[in-house]
């Protein structure tokens, strides 16, 4: 097999000054770690977990009130496998360890509103709601929802929270009234942190008759703080304070923190809820802090001082991983709006004028800037050492147009996880080289395969992404999943003792890794399995293509593949394109990859974190109902979808 070439290789020096390398050193000093390379020292981290967790809390700085007895348990049964026993701590204060003059938060919002907090400020702000908390009678076990934009506020909001040993959920403020109850009334908050509106492409949107709907139906609330950014708080709200309220009537409280387990609740995270109500994914705080440490610090090569930015909301997983950029002691950079308004680069130009360090965003995000061919000034891009891709897989076109027009010599880092872990299984590696497709490697501590139906490994071929041992970052469970059946059911029902994550994935003869897919998403014409990334790379390369969506449709028994393209605003799917399309799939693909049927769309589902809702679209085209359409930011077009059955059928 060919080797590819790289785009980007670290030179020596670069990689002698990279945290990774530091750990490196630190390991073999201390730990009985004799390799050179990363591949060595991956596969000392998870043959060896215990030694290279501990390794990973000393070196990365954690802070507890108590030591662990013992780093993991003999037994090491995944799932179940106790870290850090005996352990005391609380994530809050391990995000508020910083320097007092030093800069914690810059918050910007599309309206061109900035602010910023030193961690001085953001410590006495979060003591002032963790006493309003408490007056509250909010307590450890309690839970906490944030139906809030990415602001300074949700960060003090959840930090208080975590403060004191309480459980905090969040969703963006575009949520229906229906998709909120469907997170929220599981969990049952006694607090419910919100805002009057948001800003969004340019417009005003106000949820205040939202927000009272919301509240009117969870009983168990005692409390609702509302954040003002449009100058339209509801002074009528039963139960309603105005976030400025509650920081003035505690000026100043002190600052404590309820010390925890290490696999005590800290954050409730919720499933995409495409197929019925979301479950409900509980994760811990000791799991997460020492995750997020690793893969900031080590993978991202995130340093004290440095800026941090991913376009998120708080309805991700990224926001939960963004903020945690605290505790490596650096800036995080909070954006609310839309990620491309007025155009694609906007946002790009924006953030990189506050000297961001990393930046982050979807894969969607990046094609959009090649489409608008946005070419970074060198200026802008100085402070740049790493730039982070997730939400679906990265194309090779997206990885050369980054090195050619918005930096050539820094770290580009597809990764590759998910809300189920509150983090990635494989990502971005500073000291190793890019190439175009890959993300670089398995993380550190992630025993990472590819395996076949059988349960066998598989070396350079496509199969499924498993992780094969245990790790501090899996879920405690979901919550009210007393027996743990559900949990079990949806990562290890397939291969016992093992997660299989549902990625349809390869192993390169480079240590790296491709994602071709969900697995669930996946294509099987003529019993050949095609992952549905490996046509979506080929239509965009089709300039007259905005994006597309491609399922399989059961026809007899077999099944053939269906294509529908958004066009570019003024193009209209002509025979010639559709001939242009098949010709590139054909050739840049394989003629098995050739859908059958090609077909324009005004639009196409998508989730709230932004992803390309394949299966509810193949559930359309079937005439297969929906279990939950509140998960979709634009549920009306999958209405177009069945009305295309007549032309998809036979």
Same mark, same amino acid.
């Given at each position: 097999?060919?080797k590819a070439t790289p785009l980007w290789v670290p030179t020596e020096a670069q990689r002698a000054e990279t945290l990774m390398a530091g750990f490196t050193d630190y390991v073999r000093e201390h730990s009985g770690f004799e390799g050179t390379d990363y591949r060595a020292l991956h596969q000392w981290s998870v043959d060896s977990k215990a030694d290279f967790w501990?390794?990973?809390?000393?070196?990365?700085?954690?802070?507890?009130?108590?030591?662990?007895?013992?780093?993991?348990?003999?037994?090491?049964?995944?799932?179940?496998?106790?870290?850090?026993?005996?352990?005391?701590?609380?994530?809050?204060?391990?995000? !508020? $360890?910083?320097?007092?003059?030093?800069?914690?938060?810059?918050?910007?919002?599309?309206?061109?509103?900035?602010?910023?907090?030193? %961690?001085?400020?953001?410590?006495?702000?979060?003591?002032?709601?963790?006493? #309003?908390?408490?007056?509250?009678?909010?307590? $450890?076990?309690?839970?906490?929802?944030?139906?809030?934009?990415?602001?300074?506020?949700?960060?003090?909001?959840?930090?208080?929270?975590?403060?004191?040993?309480?459980?905090?959920?969040?969703?963006?403020?575009? %949520?229906?009234?229906?998709?909120?109850?469907?997170? %929220?009334?599981?969990?049952?908050?006694?607090?419910?942190?919100?805002?009057?509106?948001?800003?969004?492409?340019?417009?005003? #949107? @106000?949820?205040?008759?939202?927000?009272?709907?919301?509240?009117?139906?969870?009983? @168990?609330?005692?409390?609702?703080?509302?954040?003002?950014?449009?100058?339209?708080?509801?002074?009528?709200?039963?139960?309603?304070?105005?976030?400025?309220?509650?920081?003035?009537?505690?000026?100043? =409280?002190?600052?404590?923190?309820?010390?925890?387990?290490?696999?005590?609740?800290?954050?409730?995270?919720?499933?995409?809820?495409?197929?019925?109500?979301?479950?409900?994914?509980?994760?811990?705080?000791?799991?997460?802090?020492?995750?997020?440490?690793?893969?900031?610090?080590?993978?991202?090569?995130?340093?004290?001082?440095?800026?941090?930015?991913?376009?998120?909301?708080?309805?991700?997983?990224?926001?939960?991983?963004?903020?945690?950029?605290?505790?490596?002691?650096?800036?995080?950079?909070?954006?609310?709006?839309?990620?491309?308004?007025?155009?694609?680069? *906007?946002?790009?130009?924006?953030?990189?004028?506050?000297?961001?360090? =990393?930046?982050?965003?979807?894969?969607?995000?990046? *094609?959009? !800037?090649?489409?608008?061919?946005?070419?970074?000034?060198?200026?802008?891009?100085?402070?740049?050492?790493?730039?982070?891709?997730?939400?679906?897989?990265?194309?090779?076109?997206?990885?050369?147009?980054?090195?050619?027009?918005?930096?050539?010599?820094?770290?580009?880092?597809?990764?590759?996880?998910?809300?189920?872990?509150?983090?990635?299984?494989?990502?971005?590696?500073?000291?190793?080289?890019?190439?175009?497709?890959?993300?670089?490697?398995?993380?550190?501590?992630?025993?990472?395969?590819?395996?076949?139906?059988?349960?066998?490994?598989?070396?350079?071929?496509?199969?499924?992404?498993?992780? =094969?041992?245990?790790?501090?970052?899996?879920?405690?469970?979901?919550?009210?999943?007393?027996?743990?059946?559900?949990?079990?059911?949806?990562?290890?029902?397939?291969?016992?003792?093992?997660?299989?994550?549902?990625? #349809?994935?390869?192993?390169?003869?480079?240590?790296?890794?491709?994602?071709?897919?969900?697995?669930?998403?996946?294509?099987?014409?003529?019993?050949?399995?095609?992952?549905t990334a490996e046509i979506y790379r080929q239509v965009e390369m089709i300039p007259e293509v905005l994006e597309s969506v491609c399922v399989g449709q059961v026809v007899g028994d077999d099944v053939r593949v269906i294509l529908f393209v958004v066009m570019q605003p003024g193009q209209v799917l002509t025979e010639a394109i559709v001939t242009k399309i098949k010709?590139?799939?054909?050739?840049?693909?394989?003629?098995?990859?050739?859908?059958?049927?090609?077909?324009?769309?005004?639009?196409?589902?998508?989730?709230?974190?932004? $992803?390309?809702?394949?299966?509810?679209?193949?559930?359309?085209?079937?005439?297969?109902?929906?279990?939950?359409?509140?998960?979709?930011?634009?549920?009306? =077009? !999958?209405?177009?979808?069945?009305?295309?059955?007549?032309?998809?059928?036979?």
């Amino acid at each position: 097999m060919t080797k590819a070439t790289p785009l980007w290789v670290p030179t020596e020096a670069q990689r002698a000054e990279t945290l990774m390398a530091g750990f490196t050193d630190y390991v073999r000093e201390h730990s009985g770690f004799e390799g050179t390379d990363y591949r060595a020292l991956h596969q000392w981290s998870v043959d060896s977990k215990a030694d290279f967790w501990r390794s990973i809390w000393h070196y990365c700085g954690v802070v507890s009130a108590q030591p662990p007895t013992q780093t993991l348990d003999h037994e090491q049964a995944f799932p179940g496998a106790q870290w850090f026993a005996g352990a005391r701590l609380n994530f809050a204060e391990n995000c !508020l $360890k910083g320097g007092s003059d030093q800069l914690a938060i810059i918050e910007l919002l599309e309206n061109g509103r900035r602010c910023q907090l030193t %961690f001085a400020e953001l410590r006495q702000r979060v003591a002032s709601v963790r006493s #309003f908390l408490v007056a509250h009678g909010v307590g $450890k076990g309690d839970t906490v929802a944030g139906m809030m934009p990415n602001i300074s506020d949700t960060v003090v909001a959840m930090l208080a929270t975590a403060s004191v040993g309480a459980v905090w959920s969040s969703c963006s403020p575009d %949520f229906g009234t229906e998709g909120a109850l469907d997170r %929220f009334g599981q969990i049952n908050p006694v607090v419910l942190f919100t805002c009057d509106g948001y800003y969004y492409s340019g417009k005003r #949107f @106000s949820i205040g008759a939202r927000v009272r709907q919301i509240v009117d139906q969870l009983p @168990s609330l005692k409390a609702v703080v509302v954040s003002d950014l449009l100058g339209e708080i509801d002074s009528g709200l039963e139960q309603g304070h105005a976030f400025t309220d509650v920081l003035d009537a505690f000026p100043d =409280a002190p600052l404590e923190y309820t010390q925890v387990d290490f696999h005590h609740p800290l954050y409730i995270l919720y499933s995409s809820g495409t197929t019925g109500k979301p479950k409900c994914i509980v994760h811990s705080v000791g799991g997460t802090l020492l995750q997020h440490l690793k893969e900031h610090q080590l993978h991202s090569d995130l340093r004290a001082g440095d800026r941090l930015f991913f376009y998120t909301t708080c309805g991700w997983m990224m926001w939960n991983w963004l903020v945690s950029g605290l505790a490596s002691n650096a800036t995080v950079v909070l954006y609310d709006g839309a990620p491309i308004y007025p155009t694609a680069s *906007a946002l790009f130009e924006r953030i990189m004028s506050e000297s961001v360090t =990393a930046f982050g965003a979807s894969a969607r995000f990046i *094609a959009a !800037l090649q489409q608008e061919e946005f070419v970074a000034r060198p200026e802008q891009v100085d402070t740049l050492r790493i730039m982070l891709s997730t939400g679906s897989p990265l194309a090779h076109e997206s990885f050369e147009y980054v090195y050619r027009s918005i930096k050539s010599d820094f770290c580009l880092a597809s990764i590759c996880g998910g809300t189920d872990i509150v983090s990635s299984f494989v990502l971005g590696n500073p000291t190793l080289p890019v190439y175009a497709g890959q993300i670089q490697c398995a993380g550190l501590g992630m025993d990472v395969q590819v395996w076949d139906d059988t349960g066998a490994r598989l070396q350079h071929q496509k199969g499924e992404l498993v992780c =094969a041992s245990p790790f501090p970052s899996a879920p405690i469970g979901f919550w009210n999943d007393v027996d743990g059946t559900r949990y079990h059911e949806a990562y290890f029902a397939r291969f016992p003792g093992v997660w299989a994550h549902g990625d #349809f994935a390869e192993e390169t003869p480079e240590g790296g890794f491709i994602i071709h897919g969900r697995s669930d998403a996946v294509l099987n014409p003529g019993g050949v399995r095609i992952g549905t990334a490996e046509i979506y790379r080929q239509v965009e390369m089709i300039p007259e293509v905005l994006e597309s969506v491609c399922v399989g449709q059961v026809v007899g028994d077999d099944v053939r593949v269906i294509l529908f393209v958004v066009m570019q605003p003024g193009q209209v799917l002509t025979e010639a394109i559709v001939t242009k399309i098949k010709t590139q799939i054909r050739q840049g693909a394989s003629p098995r990859h050739v859908p059958a049927v090609i077909q324009a769309m005004p639009d196409i589902p998508k989730t709230r974190s932004g $992803k390309i809702a394949e299966i509810p679209v193949r559930k359309a085209i079937h005439g297969e109902p929906i279990g939950n359409t509140e998960a979709l930011t634009n549920p009306e =077009a !999958l209405t177009l979808f069945y009305r295309c059955l007549d032309t998809h059928s036979g």
